[in-house]
Structures are given as C-alpha cells and as structure tokens.
T-cell receptor
Framework: GNSVTQMEGPVTLSEEAFLTINCTYT??????LFWYVQYPGEGLQLLLKATKADDKGSNKGFEATYRKETTSFHLEKGSVQVSDSAVYFCALSDRGGGADGLTFGKGTHLIIQP | DAGVIQSPRHEVTEMGQEVTLRCKPI?????LFWYRQTMMRGLELLIYFNNNVPIDDSGMPEDRFSAKMPNASFSTLKIQPSEPRDSAVYFCASRGEEGHEQYFGPGTRLTVT
C-alpha cells in the first residue's frame, strides 16, 4: 500500500533560518505529491504540489522537488518567518492507481521564534 | 468563490446520540472526500464519492458511520450511535474532475461525552 513518512517535530527555528522538512513515500503507482499546511484551529491549505518526477512545486517561498529515484519530496524555505509557524503535512494520491484519497504523513509541527 | 463549507463547526453531544455532519463542496467539483483527524491516528480517509457515487468506504470505522451524497452540492456524514472515541475533527474536501489537489473545509470538531 501507499505510505508517507515525514520527520516529526516539533521543529524549532529562529526567524530567517533555513528550513528543511523531510518527506519520503512508498507507492505502488505514480503518485502526485503535496504539501499541506494547517494553522491552529483551521483546516488544511494546499501549499504546493508536484504531479510527476522532477517537477518542482513552489509557493510563498516554499519549494519541494519530486525525486522519484529517492522517493522523496522534501520541503524547503530559505528564510522562515514567525508567520510560518504551523503544522505541515506531506501527502500523496494515486488517481491512476485507484487510490484517489490522500495518504498523509503524521505532520511536522514547525515553531519559528522571533 | 466560496470554498468547501462545513457545518456545524463545533458539535458537543452525549454518548448514544446521533450526529450529522454536513458538507458543501466547491461548485463544479465532482469528487468529495471525508477525513478524520485525531492526535493518535493523524489524518485518515473515511470515504470518498465520485459524481455523487460512493467509491471507497473502506476507511469507515464501523457500521455506526454512514455517508450520503444526494446531489452534487451536498454530503452528510452520520454517526449513530456516537461514542466518546469518535471525538475528532472531521474534514470534508473536494476536487475537480481533472485536478490532482483536494481543497479542504474548515472542519467540524466533534466532542462526544
């Protein structure tokens, strides 16, 4: 079956630090990969996506590259802000393989200190 | 455009009572998903619909849970009877026909005492 593994936090960084949140996956087909962000008390917001190997998703200064050879989709940001504090979820779906629902990692709680 | 709408946002009920959660997907989206989020188990897919038809309900935990989608703009998730272990945040999400990404509602926080 499909699965997603991501580093669990909390991850605590100072403002303007470089961020990496690791995510690896296993899938039987050719999945699409996503990063979602959840702010306290809110639903999940799509942060970025990549639908095929070597695609790079980017949004709001965050980036992630779909690496098929390492089955990874690590999230990066060059300079984090206090407002980036949230829980980040890596996820995959495999529409072609009949797994339409999202399979999520357990989430990484990110705390940015001023 | 309005996003996915869920109601109620919070629900507190006593064990044994029936609970109905509601979802309105984004207009034009043809797939709808119900998820549950708990601290212990994270985010889990319960059931999803495609063109109002249930496709995969293997994530529904027990017969106490049921979901319907009578039309393209409305879905319900019902728990009858409810139990304290059903306490969680329940999310609804929708997706367009050609898209890969799902868009989530704000969730319903259910507390069963």
């Amino acid at each position: 079956g499909n699965s997603v593994t991501q580093m669990e936090g909390p991850v605590t960084l100072s403002e303007e630090a470089f961020l990496t949140i690791n995510c690896t996956y296993t899938a039987t087909g050719y999945p699409s990969l996503f990063w979602y962000v959840q702010y306290p008390g809110e639903g999940l917001q799509l942060l970025l996506k990549a639908t095929k190997a070597d695609d790079k998703g980017s949004n709001k200064g965050f980036e992630a590259t779909y690496r098929k050879e390492t089955t990874s989709f690590h999230l990066e940001k060059g300079s984090v802000q206090v407002s980036d504090s949230a829980v980040y979820f890596c996820a995959l779906s495999d529409r072609g393989g009949g797994a339409d629902g999202l399979t999520f990692g357990k989430g990484t709680h990110l705390i940015i200190q001023p | 455009d309005a996003g996915v709408i869920q109601s109620p946002r919070h629900e507190v009920t006593e064990m044994g009572q029936e609970v109905t959660l509601r979802c309105k997907p984004i207009s034009g989206h043809n797939s709808l998903f119900w998820y549950r989020q708990t601290m212990m188990r994270g985010l889990e897919l319960l059931i999803y619909f495609n063109n109002n038809v249930p496709i995969d309900d293997s994530g529904m935990p027990e017969d106490r849970f049921s979901a319907k989608m009578p039309n393209a703009s409305f879905s319900t998730l019902k728990i009858q009877p409810s139990e304290p272990r059903d306490s969680a945040v329940y999310f609804c999400a929708s997706r367009g026909e050609e898209g890969h990404e799902q868009y989530f509602g704000p969730g319903t926080r259910l507390t069963v005492t």
